[in-house]
């Protein structure tokens, strides 16, 4: 098979999304040939320059860019079932911080990496390449390897590879499904955390940590011959556009609430096929069908609740729970059934005799609290931790104000105790008045500012 330099830079023009020619093209991959005929033997991807935020391209190939006269412009959204023609102005994934092509650039690559111009252009580096130069000549992008290429969309997947690899850390080789389960865990409970910031560089960092996780049991899955990451990717996407008829498809809605419904129509019919296909997959023992653990631990579960993970929290499992059933229908009409049956509840556990049932009395009326919240769309989890929080941030409060006047909590009384308490949320709702006002002040500060700009 001859190689891409031998069969010539005709052979090597794109069809583009843009409006640069072909013989532009060509002519730029022709210098770039005749400068270094290695250049594209690892590929190539070209790109005008209009299309280089909007278009996917890898660092690791070598990317050589095409000036424009006349800028491409995005296509206009489609409508309602329309696959093809959703095209935003930047890529997703890597439009955060706006449709510079420079600075998209100058955050991929290093800030030294070379850049080799072409039709006069000058050689350059990233970090000294000129928006001008850019703008007017075709320039070749060297491809980035191994740790240099952290931008990649195949990074996380090629360093976990590189670390189970010959060469590569003990520790990681040793690694499977199993011992990483308390990680996996835990950096879901710290996203969970960074995620009361808001959006956060914080946030990004624990976000890369549950991702790696993602990624190293894929490679767990593609060593063994089962999955690998493509599979991981192309299986949520093809479910969430299977899930989104309503933009994928031909279904009309009218609300929110008939996107839920859909989707849990969607999910149960879904659970059904696999039923189905478990049925006619699974062997048979003298038992009876012969399935995994998970199915086992399942046996007995209504068909709703299948996948349904046992490892959750109580409280999002419950959630969960409820809210598949009343996806299905089986839902109090408004509000005020559900408050009945608190107090139903309620009066339940204060008449149970014995430590057995108060505590199944109990969990009842958590499991009803529950799907009050849900009714009000309120996450009880998110809810519970925000209590949590006000609750220790007052007792702090307590504490220092006794401290502040050397009284010592376990010798007050209850009355003294709720003295203090009082008096911390008057002092919480003073702070909380002064940082409204000094909010306010400094939007009014910025927008005078920007008026008078």
């Not at 033997?41 to 005008?48: E, K, M, R, S, T």
């Not at 010959?166 to 995620?195: I, K, M, N, T």
């Not at 911390?424 to 500060?445: N, P, T, Y």
Request: net charge negative.
């Amino acid at each position: 098979m001859a190689c891409l330099a031998e069969l010539g830079p005709k052979a090597l023009v794109v069809t583009m999304a843009s409006t640069p020619t072909a013989a532009g093209a060509a002519a730029a991959i022709e210098a770039l040939l005749a400068l270094d005929p290695s250049a594209v033997d690892a590929g190539l991807q070209v790109l005008p320059l209009d299309a280089l935020v909007r278009r996917p391209f890898d660092p690791g190939v070598g990317l050589l860019l095409i000036a424009t006269d006349d800028a491409g412009k995005p296509s206009a959204a489609g409508g309602p079932g329309d696959q093809t023609q959703f095209e935003p102005a930047v890529l997703p994934g890597r439009h955060g911080h706006g449709a510079d092509p420079l600075d998209l650039l100058r955050r991929l690559y290093p800030a030294a990496h070379p850049v080799v111009g072409l039709s006069g252009a000058p050689d350059t580096t990233i970090e000294s390449l000129d928006p001008s130069t850019l703008a007017s000549r075709a320039v070749f992008l060297p491809p980035l390897r191994g740790i240099w290429n952290a931008s990649s969309p195949h990074a996380l997947a090629w360093l976990v590879a590189r670390l189970r690899g010959p060469g590569g850390c003990p520790w990681d080789a040793e690694q499977d499904h199993e011992s990483l389960r308390p990680f996996l865990l835990e950096e879901a409970y710290e996203v969970y955390d960074a995620l009361e910031g808001g959006s956060t560089p914080d946030l990004a960092e624990e976000l890369g940590d549950l991702l790696l996780q993602i990624v190293l049991h894929s490679q767990y899955g593609a060593e063994a011959g089962v999955f690998d990451l493509a599979d991981v990717q192309r299986g949520i996407f093809t479910k969430i556009v299977r899930r989104h008829p309503h933009v994928f498809g031909d279904v009309t809605v009218g609300s929110v609430d008939d996107v839920v419904r859909n989707w849990e129509t969607i999910k149960a019919e879904e659970r059904a096929a696999d039923r189905a296909a478990d049925g006619a997959a699974q062997p048979t023992t003298a038992d009876g069908p012969a399935g995994s653990a998970a199915n086992a631990a399942s046996a007995g579960m209504p068909a709703a609740f299948k996948g349904l993970s046992r490892s959750l929290p109580a409280l999002a499992y419950a959630s969960e729970m409820q809210s598949r059933a009343a996806g299905l229908g089986y839902d109090w009409p408004d509000l005020e059934g559900v408050i009945d049956k608190i107090a139903e509840e309620a009066a339940e556990l204060l008449a149970a005799t014995d430590e057995a049932q108060t505590r199944e009395e109990f969990g009842d009326l958590l499991f009803v609290m529950v799907n009050m919240g849900r009714k009000l769309g309120v996450d009880p989890e998110s809810a519970l931790r925000a209590a949590s929080r006000k609750f220790a941030s007052r007792f702090a409060r307590v504490e220092r104000l006794a401290g502040g006047r050397s009284l010592e909590l376990r010798a007050l009384g209850l009355d003294a105790l709720d003295d203090l308490w009082q008096e911390a949320k008057r002092e919480e709702a003073a702070d909380q008045e002064a940082a409204g006002k000094d909010a306010s002040a400094s939007a009014e500060m910025a927008a005078s500012a920007g008026t008078a700009a």
